[in-house]
């Protein structure tokens, strides 16, 4: 199955843009290695935050596994343009948050909080963080925590239905939140704040929801001779069984 370009812009741009809508969640985890070692290089502060988006390109990887498994088990013809339609559906959620400035979503994250108490015993073996292996086993832990973009982004890595491509959609998104979660150095501080201004999440937002909706629609897009070539050099294809 070619890469699926669209997917992997939208999430890019959703980790980019869509970093203050879990600081309350995150951000008190970020603090947390800040304060084990106040004056950490940025390689101490970046592998926290490496382990994070390993976890997310494993989830990925799972989640795209399985969404595999069921379509090969299924063999429903339509089954694959239905998740191509529910891939941009998921985007155009992922882009509602974006553009919720309100926190009227919010309910989304809370989830999170729940599976986050159930991971907190493994979390505290790992402490102290004083070496790089805790440091990157903590953040994959960290990734595992579910809030509201991360789960949005993993439902559209299951329903990529191919491992890779839920891999790469899940690293995309991890990638995106970088500059937000390394607060451990100063660039990544000022840019996050920088990232978060109105004008930005909005024209951010705004091409989310462009490329949710152009997956949604692709089925029928598809029969265009003038956008065919394109929406297949993006990767929007939707998964068949083999």
Sequence with gaps: MPIDWLTLGAALLTGLLGGVHCAAMCGGIATGFSAMAPRASWWVALQPNLGRVLGYVLAGLIAGGIGRGIVEVAR??????????????????????????????????????????????????????????????????????????????????????????????????GLGTLPMMLPLTWAGARLGQRLQRGGLRTAAGSLVLLAGVLTMLSPWLMQVPGLHGLLAALGCLPPQAH
């Design 76 to 173: 429903i013809d339509w089954l694959g343009w239905g998740l191509r339609m529910a891939v941009g559906l998921v985007l155009v959620v992922a882009a509602l948050r974006l553009l919720d400035r309100k926190g009227r979503l919010a309910f989304l994250s809370r989830s999170g909080n729940t599976l986050w108490q159930w991971l907190r015993p493994l979390q505290r073996r790992m402490l102290p963080a004083n070496t790089p292996a805790r440091r990157i086993g903590l953040g994959m832990l960290w990734g595992w925590m579910p809030c509201g973009l991360s789960t949005t982004m993993l439902a559209a890595a299951w329903l990529q239905a191919d491992a890779r491509n839920g891999a790469l959609t899940m690293a995309a998104f």
